[in-house]
């Protein structure tokens, strides 16, 4: 009863109107708290990590509501947003609750306790399902009907149309169910993470008995339904779970079904692992993900007419309290909508395009990356040009080894099968396989032990540290000796996500940069104590300490009247240090532009304190992945990309890389054709106010319209090698 008490207390915590589009002043203002510009640590500066990374859920939701996006593809994003929730509830509520619940306080940047944490968090994901629900019902099944694509409710139902449903349930769905009894002779079923389930009273030979029944997860969702059986022409569907409770009876023959309500699990799947007390590393992930099968609920959604005495049974056996349980009108499972991008309409999705490669493929790759750097930048640029890079080592018989880091990799990749071949045909090949890529593990052990099973040496990392750094080495033997060939990127080896992803790769041979991927290499699979590295900066050994003396110059050049200014685009800006570096710095008069697709904990616009900073989110088609960090310098500008974001996981947690750009046309381009790009999107972007909220950048007459990813894939689609 704590929370639900305490939700009370900081319901203005939470901002209940939804954000309407506005023009946004080129550094916010407004609504700032008067604050000690001396006091950087005051909770006041800071914005709640977990509220923000819904507010950044929101502003993907809010993509579904928008008509400049084609149809199908708004509910693509209505779709991702439930994804998103769902693993909100998985990892960081859960997270949480796990501390509330073993009696650890933690007071937040933010001056949030535990409990204060949990009941805004309830209030706030509250109002997202609910506004989940209103899109789906009020925006896009509307505007769905209007293409003739329609969605049965079971009041539609025809009596033609219930006999084929009968018959397909019969077919089709029946042989998949199985219904579990809880009685004295039937323990209470493990009921499993993510799925949704009937709760189902019947009479049983005189006695009111519980059973419960799985919705099948492998069985489509949306039932399609034949034309001549629809209401109307076009393509109509059912929904799953209404076939079933309309024929559930089916199930319990010789009984009387009396109740019959929908309930669906979230667990805690954050992987635990006490690294230094396994043995085998390898073993010990197995082990973890087999017990997050039962990991502790962190939300328990029942149906809203659900009555107290069956929530009783549900909330005893799962031994949870009112905390993680949420009453709900609402259709249940909105990640499942992304199957409906696979309906054929082309006219309501995105146009496709052919990402071009960016080597010549009539040359030699070493030879052309021997002479100049290259920069790929997905999705606009093809994953092909690194899949050629490793092909090209594999079948050069020069090249004697090759060093990879693999963290998300994805199902089916070819890149692991050209290791195998070059560790077939005798080459020297090593890849470090970060076992605890969150929701990769089981992929990542499959491919770990098919790696081994060849010769590959694989290593899992370093000891409680994530290897989250993408690197790429190839070592060629040519006249002068050996030479290095290296791939720095700021996302994975995974051909899928480099289509829908925005990210950077960088190719060099630069002698510097080649020796510290050689150094990183050895800290993953052996034992080294360096620490300084000559043009790297690598978590959690230097990258903090560099990026902080990066900002720190910047603030001696605005003291000494030099030009300054960063620009930055990240994923997430959380790190408490590295926030008051950049208040230091607006303090000091050093012009701040940052790019954070999702958690931003700092507020800008702050007078005295963050007046100088300036913060716009970008979500649009693709995923805004890549980070980039820009720094003035004076007038000696030096840019560096990598796999690093500003978080304290990232800068001390982690094996990370950050790695400089050193080629000026590669640094222009970047700048002026990416960053600059960014910085002016007024259809995509939204801007951080104090308050904590954002609010869409519109157009206007001095600035027209830019959708900064419409623009660069214009420009790489038009672009000459």
Not at 90 to 115: F, P
Not at 258 to 287: K, N, P, W
Not at 362 to 379: L, N, T
Request: charged letters at 25%.
């Amino acid at each position: 009863m704590g929370i639900m008490v305490e939700a009370k207390k900081i319901l203005s915590l939470v901002d209940e109107s939804k954000a309407k589009p506005t023009e946004s002043p080129p550094l916010p203002s407004q609504e700032s708290p008067a604050l000690d510009p001396k006091d950087l640590q005051n909770p006041n500066l800071y914005i709640n990590r977990e509220l923000s990374w819904l507010e950044f859920n929101q502003r993907v939701l809010d993509q579904a509501y928008d008509a400049r996006h084609p149809l199908l593809e708004r509910v693509k994003f209505l779709a991702i947003s439930g994804s998103n929730l769902d693993e909100f509830f998985m990892i960081r509520l859960a997270t949480i609750l796990k501390k509330y619940r073993a009696g650890i306080e933690e007071m937040t940047a933010d001056g949030m306790t535990t409990q204060q944490q949990i009941a805004a968090l309830s209030l706030r994901t509250k109002k997202m399902f609910n506004e989940q629900r209103d899109c789906w019902v009020q925006v896009l099944q509307p505007l769905l009907e209007e293409q003739g694509i329609y969605f049965l409710e079971t009041s539609q139902y025809t009596l033609k149309l219930l006999e084929y449903l009968s018959s397909y349930f019969k077919k089709e769905i029946f042989p998949v169910l199985t219904p579990l009894a809880f009685d004295i002779g039937h323990p209470f079923p493990h009921i499993s993470n993510l799925s949704m389930n009937f709760a189902v009273v019947v009479q049983h030979e005189g006695q009111v008995k519980f059973a419960r029944v799985k919705v099948p997860s492998m069985l489509p969702r949306f039932i399609p339904i034949p034309e001549e059986l629809a209401p109307k022409p076009g393509l109509s569907f059912v929904f799953l779970e209404d076939v079933i409770k309309s024929n559930i009876h089916e199930l319990f023959p010789g009984n009387q079904v009396e109740e019959i309500y929908v309930f669906r699990v979230i667990r805690d799947t954050d992987l635990v692992i006490q690294q230094d007390e396994a043995d085998d590393l390898l073993e010990s992930v197995e082990e973890s993900l087999k017990q997050i099968r039962y990991g502790a609920l962190s939300l328990l959604r029942v149906e809203e007419k659900m009555p107290q005495r069956i929530l009783d049974i549900l909330a005893e056996n799962f031994d949870v309290e009112e905390d993680v349980i949420v009453r709900t009108d609402n259709r249940m499972g909105i990640a499942d909508w992304m199957s409906l991008t696979k309906i054929h309409k082309p006219q309501l999705k995105d146009l496709t395009f052919a990402p071009k490669p960016i080597f010549n493929p009539e040359e030699s790759i070493f030879e052309q990356i021997r002479y100049r750097d290259f920069m790929v930048h997905h999705p606009y640029e093809s994953f092909s040009s690194v899949e050629s890079f490793i092909r090209a080592a594999v079948q050069d018989p020069q090249v004697v080894a090759i060093k990879m880091t693999l963290y998300r990799i994805g199902a089916n990749s070819p890149l692991v099968d050209q290791l195998i071949e070059a560790a077939e045909e005798g080459k020297q090949v090593a890849v470090l396989v970060e076992l605890k890529a969150r929701f990769d593990e089981r992929n990542n052990i499959v491919w770990a032990n098919r790696l081994e099973s060849v010769g590959v040496h694989v290593v899992y990392g370093v000891l409680n540290l994530k290897t989250h750094c993408k690197l790429c080495m190839v070592v060629r033997k040519e006249g002068e000796g050996v030479r290095r060939y290296v791939h720095v990127g700021t996302g994975n080896y995974n051909r899928l996500t480099a289509q829908v992803y925005t990210d950077l790769g960088l190719f060099t041979s630069d002698p510097q940069i080649s020796e510290d991927v050689s150094e990183v290499f050895n800290y993953l699979t052996g034992y080294s104590n360096k620490k300084v590295f000559n043009r790297l900066l690598v978590a959690p050994l230097s990258l903090r300490t560099g990026f902080l003396s990066l900002v720190e110059r910047e603030i001696a050049h605005a003291e000494a009247g030099r030009p300054t200014r960063i620009v930055i685009k990240i994923n997430h800006l959380a790190d408490p240090k590295i926030i008051q570096a950049f208040y230091r710095a607006s303090q000091a008069g050093v012009k701040i532009e940052l790019l954070v697709r999702g958690v931003c904990c700092l507020r800008p616009g702050i007078p005295g304190v963050s007046d100088n900073i300036r913060v716009t989110s970008i979500v649009g088609r693709f995923l805004e992945h890549s980070r980039i960090y820009y720094f003035l310098n004076g007038g000696e500008e030096e840019m560096y990309l990598g796999s690093a974001d500003l978080m304290e996981r990232n800068l001390d947690h982690r094996v990370e890389t950050l790695c400089p750009v050193l080629d000026k046309g590669l640094r222009n381009e970047l700048k002026e054709r990416v960053l600059e790009t960014m910085l002016h999107d007024n259809e995509q972007a939204s801007c951080l106010l104090p308050s904590g909220e954002y609010r869409r950048i519109q157009s206007s007459d001095e600035n027209p319209p830019m959708n900064s990813q419409l623009y660069l894939l214009e420009h790489y689609t038009n672009k000459k090698n």
